[in-house]
């Protein structure tokens, strides 16, 4: 506060701090909730500018401006402005209920932050803008209509749509879910041409003799809980799983983020094999299914919890096939784990992986999904199911510790 202009400091606190409604809209425009919002952005160095024109139009130092003088700065300023954003801001100018704007609210609108007033005015440009459907609006590139392809197939409320495709530059891509991938199947192919087997690699005799597998025998070597992704039973369970994680990871992180995704789908592969060493304690555990049922998982449930907002075209018939998928390889997982194992003592790998993701990705994923550009540490229910998945990981790591010597089970040897 100290490096403010001191008429700032001078401001009234509600100039600062002054809750701003932001309406959220479900898609059909019907029906709107008006929250309430007291947070309050720093001000960065770029924010100055914003700040001395604000107090040219602020003499009397109240701390707002009119809506006809932010319309008259906007039409000054305008060519400081993307394009689409300005439309949407002199749609707030024209529909602000109270006449004027604070100061808090100039300065993020001006900035391109995701503020309360920023979504309102998207969401009143959006309404006023009664032009063509946005998929069909003319003169979009091939990368523009995939951007607002891939806001159709994710996300529900038509604000966040537009807040999506306005402002989506492509930088960084979706890295997180391709480099996996990537990886998954260099992996794969090493262990193919080593073993010479494509088809059910596990039943090679050498096959989980490697760095990679969890195999409860070596769970005192940490990493295996992780890296057991990168194996896979065979080309049938590979290609299942890849199928699942580009068509779903890719436009998911394309929204969300590598970090959102990332976290989402590294929580699935850690409850997998966490899961396994609980409930199938004598198994080991291969193939990435735990974190990308955790993506499905998540965006079937999004789906659902949002139906009438989601636009993607077939819903119903394209939530079948991916179930579909889904119930293949979880069929396929469990018939492997009851099949004649190569090594007699040591079982076949575990299908408990897949019910982990699963329960990572209706609780944890619904959450990250649900409202993409709200902060997570705003939502009570994330540190409801964070509390909970940390719970679960404590219990896991202490039940690896301790249960296996208190029930004095017999583990299978390492081949």
Known sequence: LASMDPRMRARPREAHASPSPAVAANAEGDAI?????????????????WKTLFDQFDPENSGYISTERFRSLLNTHGSELDPHKLAVLLALADSNADGRICYQDFVNLMSNKRSNSF?????????????????EEPGLGVSQRLVRHVAFETLPREMDRKWYYDSYTGCPPPWFIIAVTIVEV??????????DRWVLQVSHPLYL?????????????AWRFLSYI????????L????????????????????????????????????AVSVADMTAPV???????????????????????????????????????????EFGRAVWLRFYPSVYPPCPNPSFVAHLGGVAVGVTLGVVVLRNYEQRL?????????ILVYIVFVLFAVFWNIFAYSLLELRLPPFP
């Open 33 to 49: 909730e008006v929250l309430e919002s007291t947070y309050v952005l720093p001000m960065a160095p770029e924010d100055q500018h």
């Open 119 to 135: 979504r309102r005015a998207i969401l009143q440009g959006s309404r006023q803008r009664k032009s063509a459907a946005l998929l």
């Open 186 to 195: 260099a992996v794969f192919v090493y262990y193919g041409l080593l073993l």
């Open 209 to 221: 003799r490697n760095p990679l597998v969890y195999h409860p025998q070596l769970r005192a070597q």
């Open 230 to 237: 990168f194996m896979h039973a065979g080309i049938e369970h």
């Open 239 to 274: 290609s299942l799983n890849v199928l699942l994680q580009l068509l779903v990871g890719v436009p998911l992180e394309m929204v969300h983020g590598a970090l959102r995704i990332g976290f989402l789908y590294i929580s699935g592969v850690l409850a997998g094999s966490l």
């Open 286 to 328: 291969v193939g990435s299914s735990g974190g990308v049922y955790a993506l499905v998982s998540a965006h079937l449930a999004n789906i659902v919890m949002n139906w009438s907002g989601m636009k993607c075209h077939f819903k119903l018939l394209r939530m079948g096939a991916a179930l579909l998928c889904m119930s293949a």
């Open 377 to 385: 540490q705003e939502q009570s229910l994330w540190w409801i199911f």
